[in-house]
């Protein structure tokens, strides 16, 4: 958060010789074709008519995603290619997503699941991922989506918060859920077991084997629950997001606008369903609007990623800028083996995507990334660059039509052009999340500055009214464009034996934005020592998630604390840098 005592930082407006444009044809065949106008013009309610819900009243997304395609036109059009580069090769139609997720969903509500259940997935990056958590929503059960790289505190957490009843998981990721912890979660559906199950376990092929090909979706009302995405802030730990179903509509309209998908697109979305922009973007909005999508499977591999454009014909591609730049730092060589040639459009989300990069993908396709900017919180993109309009290469973009995101001061007032201030947004976007699941003070929270939805994000506005990140107010991290919370770090740190405190940070870092460093005070007895660093991470790495373990660690004597006990995470970033620690009169003795 920006002091309010402190006079507001203005950015200097630069040279406008030194900045670059990214200029596009007047003729250019967008489906938004002229963004000024829909953004004087444009109203949600026109997008609800494309929804059977608008004339039936009977809401449901399974609905609206699969079953109403399966029934027409794209009954046989492929709605998933899906690889793992290791013997999985596999396509499904719409129509047999509608029977998988029947089937699906009859297991769950054999199962016991009921309506606005909480029920987890916790799977690698497989077709079954996204069978089951639309085999969740057409029952009307909330999916809680849990990366596969999550260790058992992670689980616990998460499934734990949300009492989630059942978690469809796999044998090799089944031994990170602690049962005994989790009194609410009853069954497990195993994908790919083999052999003896206990009695709680339900073989999913199996079970999938005898179910029905048709299960009528649970009709629901545009405000009940669609999914649970949990995410970090700067304090507590990780909090749940809920969205309703309702948030289609935004998820729909800016997949046609943001994304510029169209009917015969093939579509990348690369992001795993375990964070927000693998549903939002790599299910929701791409099967309201009937579109193929790509998936691959496995780790990521520079070769693999430019192989699958030329295997799959992929036109749109939405990625991460750390994805990028570690394809750039992988080479040239390896993208000039393959025909890229079918990419039209290219968008980037999860951090800011620095010109380097964006030229480099530009040089390498033809094509420059668009930028486009939310929130876990948000649902769905609010900030963006727009595939027919101008953009200054560097900026953020500007707000979704129908949408007003802006830059205020910490009265709320907004800020003239160049002047550094909160990024907020004007709360009744169609994906703005419910509640905070349990938390109605979390979610509070967000409103604090005079009814604006506070991103918690720092930007300044230019005097062509785009936006430009500059970094978070706060101290959450994104790595490698996943967000992680301190405090979670943290609390797994001071869980290894060594560890009497732990302070953790985001250190800048050039191809993952920013690489998490753990700054710790030992217990009496210990040494530091570098392989007490490499085993203290590793215990990070076992117990929370390896994308969570510091890649940095300092021993300290003691961590820099306020009297109150907060730790002063801003002080470790200036012994990071080496910069002056500036006031510490708040810090204990
Ligand atoms: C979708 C997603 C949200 C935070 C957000 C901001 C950062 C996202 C960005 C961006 C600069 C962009 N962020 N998109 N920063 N430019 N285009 O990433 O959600 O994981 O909740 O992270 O990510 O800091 O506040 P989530």
Redesign the pocket.
Known sequence: MISPSSSLPSVPPQEAAAIEWERKPKTIDANLKDYDAAYREFNWKTVEREFDWSRTGKVNIVHEAIDRHAAGARRDKVALHYTDYAGRDERYTFQDLKVQTSRCASVLQRAGVKKGDRVGTFLPRTPELYIAILGINRIGAIPVPLFEAFMEQAVEDRLGDSEAVVCVTSPALKSRIPLAKLPALKTLILVGASGARAANEISYEQAMAEAPNWVEPEWLTVDDGLII?Y?SGSTGKSKGALHRQYAMVGHYQTSKWALDLRDDEIYWCTADPG???GT?YGIYGPWTLGITSVVIGGRFDPDRWFQTIEKYKVTMWYSA?TAYRMLMSAGEAIPKKYNLSSLRHIC??????NPEALKWVKRITGLAPH????????GMQL?CNYRSKDFPIGC??KPFPGTYATVVDEQGKEVPPHVLGN?VVKPGWPSMMKEIWNNPAKYQEYFRISGWYV???TAYKDEHGYIW?Q??ADD?I?TA???VGPFEVESALVAHPAVAEAGVIGKPDEVRGQIIKAFVALRKGFQPSEPLKKEIADFVKTTLAAHAAPREIAFVDKVPKTRSGKIMRRVLRAWDQGLPVGDISTMEE
């Open positions: 995405h995410t964070w927000v922009t939002s800028p980037s989300v999860g951090e800011p995507l930028e486009t900017w939310w929130m876990t919180e948000t900030i953020t973009g990024l991103s918690g994000d990140y970094g978070r959450v994104k464009g996943e967000r």
